[in-house]
């Protein structure tokens, strides 16, 4: 790649790593960081939703 070619490559690339930044700060501004540290913090990782549908079903079939 030419030299040129390569200034422009960097410039770019730096230009979408300060745009990530951003949307990121931005996000958890707008969320408070709520998601993202329920997420970080294994909130979700020890729910059984299959086990959930599964209990809705056999409830919905002794109602009937």
């Given at each position: ?24 700060k ?35 079939r002794?109602?009937?």
């Amino acid at each position: 790649m030419a030299e040129p070619a390569k200034k422009v490559a960097q410039q770019a690339e730096e230009r979408l790593e300060e745009l990530a930044e951003t949307v990121r700060k931005k996000f958890d501004k707008v969320t408070e960081g709520t998601y993202r540290d329920r997420v970080v913090g294994g909130r979700f990782a020890g729910r059984d939703d299959h086990g959930g549908e599964k209990n809705r079903a056999e409830t919905e079939r002794q109602q009937d």
